[in-house]
């Protein structure tokens, strides 16, 4: 009968887990995201292919985008087209060449740290035009 019970809390606890779980925001609830759209150009040519990163300074995921042929891209945190976390962000762009390893774009941009392109997301800014020369 003892063996019963036990078993019986630990399916609940079990089933409580997945419930409290984790957060990478350390303080429970996650912080709203923003949608972002936007066009990336290179010469004033739309990039046609790759990947566009946005890596928030403070708290939050990263948040990413393929880069269409006509240069556009949609961001996405944990669902297609969610979004990123509002604030400053470090942005990157990399997989533009016909082959990896071979980029169509400047090397120093596919990298947050050496891009130099910083942008802020909030409310009123939430569409960029990303010119890369």
Do not use: W
């Not at 957060?23 to 759209?37: A, C, E, F, Q, T």
């Not at 556009?72 to 990896?100: C, M, Q, Y």
Request: glycine letters at 12%; hydrophobic letters at 35%; charged letters at 25%.
């Amino acid at each position: 009968m003892r063996s019963v019970r036990i078993i019986r809390r630990l399916l609940v606890l079990s089933c409580c887990a997945p419930i409290c779980g984790c957060s990478s925001s350390g303080g429970g609830r996650m912080p709203d995201l923003i949608p972002v759209k936007g066009t990336i150009t290179f010469k004033g040519k739309p990039v046609s292919k790759g990947v566009v990163r946005f890596e928030p300074e403070g708290v939050g995921r990263e948040a990413s985008g393929t880069i269409q042929p006509d240069g556009t891209f949609v961001l996405t945190t944990n669902k297609e087209g969610d979004g990123v976390v509002a604030g400053h962000h470090r942005v990157s762009i990399v997989g533009t060449g016909p082959t990896p390893g071979r980029e169509l774009i400047p090397k120093h941009y596919a990298q947050a740290s050496t891009s130099k392109l910083d942008l802020e997301v909030d409310a009123e800014h939430t569409a960029f035009r990303i010119e890369l020369r």
